[in-house]
DNA sequence: CGATCCTTTGAGAACCTTCAAAACCGGTGG
DNA sequence: CCACCGGTTTTGAAGGTTCTCAAAGGATCG
């Protein structure tokens, strides 16, 4: 593992005020890993042995229920994720699956388990990241039932606009299947939402999005501070599966 | 404050490892409280001063947007709830309100806080929690995203009759108004899945289902270990807003 | 007893899904 | 360079589900 990467994990809030010894002894037998786009990392039901750490690439995390997949969260560096499996040494609830080439930080969950009953200053900020993640799921929970197809990909856009800079144009992070996936709806669906919000002064050219009439948008999406987290979470590095779980930017 | 509220307190999966001393700091300030049926305890987007930990009654957590409501869960006790907001001196995402006339316990969040940097037991029990408040709402997710209307009554249903101890017939612990809410559907709606469901073996009579051909009905509802919780969390105490989060039993 | 709320039922509209097919795009191999 | 292939994206039409509006019947509570 190089240096820069060792870096970027340190920087997680995750490891933010621990102690070189706790954090020494929990990347000692970790490893990092390349996996191709695609590859399974881990399959819902199964044990779960390892925190992962997204350092490079594209990670989504699934759910799937009678032959139906849905996107739970979409990640990108840095991101770790199944934190909450790994503290209660439980079996896996979501699939985690690489959507492009991805650089992986793996690291062992007995270790993350002793350090925080070791380290009071590892499971304050164990607890913590945990928090942050739930409020995600709870913004992501109110986006999936109080809101319309049209109007979460109008609220989607948003959070994209300001979090990519504030552009009026902006490119999608990925292929709009699976935004499709993460928003809930299917693919028809979703290139049927974005026709919709052509009235609203949204301009689609293949994954490149212009909001040409914020004003309008808004009156149509009604963004919310306790749904839509625009802000990627604390500082630059980004805790867990809180990114782009979407509405909420932190997962954990 | 009763000896018998302190000890079902105490039980709580939270405190449970954790210090005499410790607990002693978290209660000193707390005083229970008698609430009405219908109150409002907490707003969402306000401030959380309190950690709140039901003794008696039940409490819906419900989220609002754009004058659509929506209940996230409904708990009972002994559980606490807005955790999360409390650890993180966030501001709440959801409401709480009385379903029925409740005593709750109110915690200082400040000594919360100031107890899970001073005692490593307890942030470490405060992982755990939060880490089962996250899975819980996975569960919601998925079971919001992956089933139809018909369907999550159909694992509803199932799942009360386990943990009502598995008779032929039950009864619904609440309104079927809020039972739609959780499932999120309209009344409406509930009513004509009810309707779906008498002809998979489902016997409606007010409040009370019985299930008289548990085989087909399975059949429809597909009940899956990673969406459905039918066992009540850890122990007889019940952690955070898990309980009936609905798939879930753990909610954070 | 009246008022209020919950529950159910009906009808129409809006939304979403499915199935199907065509256009498009990015690669590979000739 | 070009044809071909697999995948995504788009569009259309039909069908199902869910929502809204409306109204009637029940239950509850003062």
């Known amino acids: ?17 621990v102690s070189e010894e706790t954090f020494g002894a929990v990347t000692a037998g970790a490893f990092l890993q390349k996996f191709p786009a695609g ?27 009678n032959d139906k997949e849905t996107t739970l969260a979409v990640l990108r560096p840095v991101s770790t994720f199944i934190f909450a499996a790994v503290a209660l040494d439980a079996d896996a609830l979501m699939s985690a699956r690489t959507v492009e080439r991805s650089d992986i930080l793996m690291l ?10 070791t380290d009071p200053r590892f499971s304050y900020a164990a607890t913590l990241e945990l928090a942050g993640c ?33 552009a009026e144009t902006f490119t999608l992070p990925h292929e709009k299947r699976l935004l499709a996936s993460l928003l809930g709806m299917t693919p028809e669906n979703l290139s049927r939402a974005f026709a919709t919000l052509t009235g609203y ?15 309008v948008l808004e009156r149509l999406a009604k963004p919310d501070p306790l749904i839509d987290n625009h802000q990627p979470p604390s500082g630059t590095p980004i805790g867990q599966a809180e990114q782009e779980l979407w509405p909420a930017s932190r997962a954990g």
């Open 201 to 215: 002064g949204v301009v689609i050219n293949g994954p490149e999005v212009t909001i040409a009439r914020p004003v």
């Open 134 to 166: 739930y409020r995600g799921l709870v913004r992501s929970l109110k986006n999936q039932k109080l809101r319309g197809g049209a109007e979460r990909l109008a609220n989607y856009l948003i959070t994209q606009r300001v979090r990519q800079g504030g």
């Open 39 to 65: 590859t399974t990392l881990l399959h819902e039901g199964d044990p779960v042995d390892f925190l992962y750490v997204l350092l490079d690439g594209l990670v989504e995390l699934e759910g799937t229920w």
């Open 1 to 17: 593992m190089r240096v820069v990467d060792v870096e970027r994990v340190r920087g997680l809030p995750l490891f933010c005020g």
């Open 108 to 117: 062992s969950g007995e270790a993350l388990r002793r350090a925080m009953q």
